[in-house]
């Protein structure tokens, strides 16, 4: 049971170039996050989705995108990296009958130079 | 807005002490409280959640409780040991998207 994976583990982006997290469950949940960890900042959501083909902005939703087409993926698109946006990502899904229990994936670490 | 916080931000305790997290929130209008662990450069491992209309919730040496009216949480580690040295985070799911909005973590070192 793989819970959430998330890919890639390590990027180092050059300002100005895009690319895509890969998040994935296997828990059957309708809901799925995006959060990045700063330190000295906690946790913050970026986006959100409670549903396949849904999707909605968290706290900090500027510059980033996103996209729920199946329900078991959760992608996250920086279309222009900027040196503010190296952090910690943090894939996270939860809720289905079983009960909201969230859970996460271990991590992204974004480096923007 | 809803802020939660935790303190102390850091622990030091000799090993086999009990030991109180806390966790306090702004607005008690909550769905559930969660409670993490993360190991350095790892991801988060749900320790223990607590729905709204629940008082406590235990898992082995883990005890969570939760009192909406006064907006606090707290975390009980019995007889703590070096391998539960991590940072702590309690996170309030704020809505029925159970989005989760966290504290900064309390930083705890079980020494041998």
């Known amino acids: 049971n793989a819970g959430v994976t998330q890919t890639p583990k390590f990027r180092v982006l050059k300002t100005g170039q895009s690319m895509t997290l890969l998040c994935a469950q296997d828990?059957?949940?309708?809901?799925m996050y995006w959060y990045r960890q700063d330190p000295g900042m906690g946790l913050r959501l970026i986006h959100y989705s409670v549903g396949e083909g849904t999707t909605a902005k968290g706290e900090v939703p500027d510059g980033y995108n996103v996209s729920r087409l199946k329900k078991q993926n959760f992608l996250l698109g920086l279309e222009s990296a900027a040196p503010s946006q190296t952090s910690v990502y943090f894939c996270a899904s939860s809720y289905n009958p079983g009960g909201t229990e969230a859970f996460f994936g271990q991590g992204t670490r974004l480096t923007v130079v | 807005k809803q802020e939660v916080t935790q303190i102390p931000a850091a622990l030091s305790v000799p090993e086999g002490e009990n030991l109180v997290l806390n966790c306090s929130f702004t607005d008690s209008a909550i769905y559930n409280l969660q409670w993490f662990r993360q190991d350095p450069g790892k991801g988060l491992t749900s320790l223990l959640l607590?729905?709204?209309?629940?008082r406590e919730q235990t898992s082995g040496r883990l005890n969570a409780s939760l009192d909406k009216s006064s907006g606090r949480s707290t975390l009980y580690i019995a007889a703590s040991q070096p391998g539960d040295s991590a940072t702590y985070l309690c996170a309030v799911a704020v809505d029925s998207s159970y989005k989760l909005i966290f504290g900064s973590g309390t930083r705890l070192l079980v020494r041998p």
């Open positions: 828990m059957n949940h309708e809901y």
């Open positions: 607590i729905q709204s209309s629940q």
